[in-house]
């Protein structure tokens, strides 16, 4: 999710994975709590205290957010067995989102990757019922009215992630299906955008009618059929910019024009000698090899003394290890490296032989 990275919290690692929560997951707490704080709790078993509904309320709220954990988690796990990378976990207004750092490689790796989320709500909600009959005799009632309220809203959520169409994960069980029928995985994702685009307008169209009813729940679904617009809009364009960019190697497109920071030289030096104008620059041996990066800006920042007396190596830092791609590399398989990273260095036999940055590849500073 763009502009996911403002706003998040973070609230630990899985397998390596960052996990977190926008800001915004806290007016899904609110609603839940309140949804069954106030109605559904006291609608299955009245004639408690306020605190106790509350109480039981938050708490099923809690849970409700950890199943939605589990199913991004469930995502990302199968995604690291297939080798695709997983840049982070996030819990937000509209759910989660498990972000991959690239594209499955195979239909059938696409299909597990995107079942296995709707198949671990599913999970939860047969957990949840067996909890829910088997401690019925020893837990209080309001207890089991809220198991059987979790058991409930994830086979909701297991059904709607089913709904086939990009970005929900029956889209992407559907663009795996199509991919293997037809063996072309653009066309694929161009149909599963297409059906995503038309879900969202009939979420869109059921949210006015019930707005129309005066059903305050007819926001979310408006909510809801927006966000599927937009996202599998997003979808359908970064799929005709891969079919735009098919075959094109990273050696077609970087800029070999580009400055080098020697790891030995003096801050000073490599100053005066920058003519590219590039923000980020890499740090070099005395091989080529390059060893870290140093952005130009904060050298100019430095204190004249520090300039003239300090190396490049004193003042660098680490290059990522997503930095680096090879000069045969596929642009289409690095491009979206660029988010993560100031500038991609291109290298052949282990020397720099290239830049690409974002600047040069959309016309805009990255991010
Ligand atoms: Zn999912």
Known sequence: MVGME?????LGTVA????????????????????????ILPGAVPGRSPIAYWFVAGAGSVIFLGSLLVHELAHALVALKYGVGVRRITL???????????NPRTPKSDFRIAVVGPLASLAIAVVALIAAYVAHPWI????????????????????FNMLPGAPLDGGRVLRAFLWKRTGDRERASEMAATAGRFLGFIFIGLGIMRMGFGQFGGLWLLLIGGF?????????????????????????VMSRRFDVAPAWWPVEQVLANTTTGHRVVPVVSATGTPVGVVNIADLARL?????MRATIADVSRPLPADAIVGVA???????????????????????????????????????
Do not use: C, Y
């Not at 977190?20 to 069954?36: C, D, P, Q, R």
């Not at 937000?92 to 690239?102: I, P, Q, S």
């Not at 209080?140 to 059904?159: F, K």
């Not at 993560?340 to 016309?363: C, H, M, N, P, Y």
């Open 6 to 10: 403002r706003g998040r919290i973070r």
């Open 92 to 102: 937000w207004l509209l759910g989660g989102v498990a972000e991959l750092t690239e």
């Open 140 to 159: 209080d009632t309001l207890l089991v009215a809220m198991l059987i309220w979790i058991s409930l809203v994830n086979l909701i959520i297991a059904v």
């Open 228 to 252: 599927m617009l937009m996202a599998a809009h997003a979808e359908s364009e970064a799929t005709k910019l891969r079919r735009r960019l098919a075959g094109v190697r990273v050696s077609d």
């Open 329 to 367: 590399d596929e642009l289409v398989d690095v491009l979206n490296r660029i988010e993560d990273v100031d500038a991609i260095f291109v290298v052949d036999r282990g020397a720099v032989v290239g830049v690409l940055t974002s600047e040069q590849l959309f016309g805009r500073p990255g991010l």
């Open 303 to 307: 204190d004249p003394h520090v300039r």
């Open 16 to 39: 390596g994975i960052p996990v977190g929560a926008h800001w915004s997951v806290l007016a899904i707490f609110g609603l839940i709590t309140i949804i069954l704080g106030a109605s």
